[in-house]
């Protein structure tokens, strides 16, 4: 029976790319996803790269297994902005130590970069990736990113879980430097997507050395 709530169904190849996101973000294989959710891992991956879905039961074991809700893995509140809920019960608020805090940068592509350029203060978002406990992102001689260069700058990344009321952010604090010819050349080597922005040159690389590394998460029962 249709879900009275949703008058449109949505495309059945979203909840694969949503799967393999959401396994992604935990830092699992499939073969880890498959055994949580109770499935061959053959199985979750003609679920991953196919437009179809399991049955009610299995994807209830995935979502659970993958922590997060049927209703996100069918698409659901896509466009209801984060942290309007209600929070959880017995929320518990947890700092992070530095490994797990790298292991979560890891998990993401996107952060935000907090800098003073000439019109004041400003945080842009960016492409990053870590490299050798840096990070290190790409934009345009003369951008607004391009103002930490030379300034400890902070960067910030969060992720927030509205269907289970949870979530995290780490701060990376350090002092920004310009890549070497040699080093843009590795990092280039290394960058798993182009940055979002596109439309210019972005042949400056920035890296941040973390000086201080800091995070936290809320964490639900």
Known sequence: MPDKEHHEL???????RRVALQRERLGLTREE??????MAPGYLQYLEEHPSAP???GLLRLAAALE???????????NTPPGRGRPAGRPRYLELDEEECWARLSTHGVGRIAVTTADGPAIIPV?????????AFRTKPGSAPSAAVGHEVAFEVDYVDDA???????LVVGRARAAGADEARHLAGQELSE???GGEERDLWVVIRAERVTGRRIHTE
């Not at 997060?68 to 896509?78: A, I, K």
């Not at 289970?164 to 780490?170: I, L, T």
């Open 10 to 16: 949505p495309d059945t190849g979203d909840i694969g």
């Open 33 to 38: 996803a498959a055994v949580r959710a109770g």
């Open 55 to 57: 049955s009610g039961p």
């Open 68 to 78: 997060t809700s049927v209703e996100w893995l069918r698409g659901g509140g896509t």
């Open 127 to 135: 492409n990053y990736q870590v490299a050798d406990g840096a990070i």
């Open 164 to 170: 289970f009321r949870r979530g995290w952010s780490v």
């Open 195 to 197: 940055p979002w922005a």
